[in-house]
């Protein structure tokens, strides 16, 4: 069985596993270490939160189906780098809105982002493309990344993303992740305004 994407092209069919879990597996056998430490600092943090196991999602569609058992959706995690590659960002972002480069290039005050590539993504936050996330930032010791959030991220009661790899999606509630995630991360944020998709 083969699925299309949003261009029509035929994509691998996926499984979504339609069960809500409650925290961690209880059996995570065969799963990769940096999922297990992402569970292993919720707890430690006492952050409650459900779970949803997948295949990795090929098309926008699959990943409508996850954010709506989430009950939420799963914002756009963009990792960006200046033209030096010496300034490297981690935006969260609504996924109905538009990235403009020169928007957010005069909010941060760094001009010419563009994508930063994979091994910086992996070197910084252990993480590879398509599992951007922000738990990624436990892996950054040095903080080499800079956090930014835009501001209506932070109005949604409910915050998703990934365990630092794509086949599972986690929700825990939004305070969670600005009063006890991020401090002990030890990774400030800056807020961003971007605008709507025209």
């Given at each position: 069985m083969t699925n299309l994407n949003d261009t029509g092209e035929s994509v691998p069919a996926y499984h979504i596993d339609h069960t809500l879990y409650e925290g961690r597996?209880?059996?995570t056998s065969g799963r990769e270490e940096k999922e297990i430490r992402t569970y292993d600092l919720l707890d430690s943090l006492q952050v409650p939160y459900v779970r949803v196991d997948h295949d990795a999602l090929p098309t926008i569609e699959a990943c409508r189906e996850v954010d709506q058992l989430l009950g939420t959706e799963i914002?756009?995690?963009?990792?960006?780098?200046?033209?030096?590659?010496?300034d490297f960002y981690l935006l969260l972002m609504p996924g109905n809105k538009k990235f403009k480069t020169?928007?957010?290039?005069?909010?941060?005050?760094?001009a010419r982002l563009s994508f930063g590539e994979a091994e910086f993504m992996e070197s910084f936050l252990d993480i590879t493309p398509g599992s951007v996330s922000v738990m990624?930032?436990?892996n950054d010791r040095e903080n080499r990344v800079r956090l930014l959030i835009d501001k209506d991220i932070l109005e949604g009661e409910y915050f998703a993303c990934h365990p630092c790899i794509n086949t599972s999606s986690l929700r825990f509630r939004t305070s969670d992740l600005m009063e006890k995630i991020l401090p002990a991360l030890g990774h400030p944020h800056t807020v961003v305004?971007?605008?709507?998709?025209e």
């Open positions: 597996p209880a059996d914002c756009k995690n963009l990792f960006l780098r200046n033209a030096q590659k010496t020169a928007v957010l290039s005069k909010q941060i005050g760094s990624g930032l436990m305004d971007l605008p709507y998709a």
